[in-house]
């Protein structure tokens, strides 16, 4: 196995080293998805395009090319297959694990999804036949997977919006992220706390809200841990300028050597 965030590598398990139970991996990437593909078909020609096999300049036209002068009967990929792409003859798409962006735990995870299925799908049937779409879910109850399979826009619009209303997420407010990360986790966080109460001190009768800490989305990145503040906001000079005052502040800070703290503004993950 490979860990894409700290490049750490080992001998796939298969029990739990600490209780020894069984392990099941669900995950179903390219790799496993082309592999069971050319064990049902044989003799069909399966091209793949992830990060892995674009990685030379001017790879991902060819294998694009290959796909439509050669009629190759399957492409699997990541979400860099989902957008942009006009082939007359493809009639068939699948979507596997749909869920895998749902539940990533940002506001923007009911959108994205919504996005990537809706686009996938529509890259089915854009010639004189018609198209098929098939969705792979967990969760096939799920408002946004039926919105999206049905293509309605609308629908989803209505409901998304209603529910940045209630959370004060963008369109309706903005949002701020500040995040410390370091080697000690315990550190992490107490640096962490510190700029929430440097933060909470400033914006003091204001109308902003801070959130946390909380663990980032990716907690640990090249062995750094990460803890994150939200402040929802307006993002106006005057909240911009005080972020950046308290981060150079906590920068300055000799007891929080080796910690780094930094800003973004409305972020994607």
Do not use: W
């Amino acid at each position: 196995f490979l860990c894409h965030y700290c490049g750490h590598s080992g001998r796939l398990r298969e029990s739990c080293p600490e209780c020894g139970g069984k392990l099941k991996f669900l995950a179903a990437g390219t790799e496993k998805a082309e592999e069971e593909l050319g064990a049902l078909f044989p003799e069909a020609g399966i091209l793949r395009m992830d990060a892995d096999t674009v990685q030379r300049a001017g790879s991902h036209r060819k294998i694009l090319d290959r796909f439509r002068d050669e009629r190759v009967p399957f492409l699997i990929g990541t979400q860099m297959v989902t957008k942009g792409l006009d082939f007359e003859n493809v009639t068939l798409v699948g979507v596997l694990s749909a869920d895998s962006t749902l539940y990533a735990g940002d506001y923007r995870a009911r959108e994205r999804t919504f996005s990537l299925i809706t686009q996938v799908v529509g890259r089915s049937g854009r010639g004189k036949k018609a198209g098929r779409a098939v969705i792979q879910t967990y969760t096939p109850e799920n408002e946004v997977i039926g919105l999206a399979a049905r293509q309605d826009y609308s629908g989803f619009y209505e409901r998304e919006i209603s529910l940045r209303r209630v959370m004060e997420a963008p369109p309706i407010r903005d949002l701020i992220s500040v995040t410390v990360s370091g080697m000690d986790e315990a550190q992490v966080l107490h640096g962490c706390v510190e700029v929430m109460g440097a933060l909470r001190h400033y914006f003091s009768g204001g109308g902003e809200k801070i959130l946390g800490p909380s663990p980032a989305g990716i907690a640990k990145v090249n062995n750094r841990y990460r803890y994150r503040l939200m402040i929802c906001c307006e993002n106006t000079k005057r909240v911009r300028d005080t972020v950046a005052h308290v981060i150079k502040e906590f920068s300055n800070d000799r007891k929080y050597r080796g910690l780094a703290a930094f800003a973004d503004a409305d972020p994607m993950e």
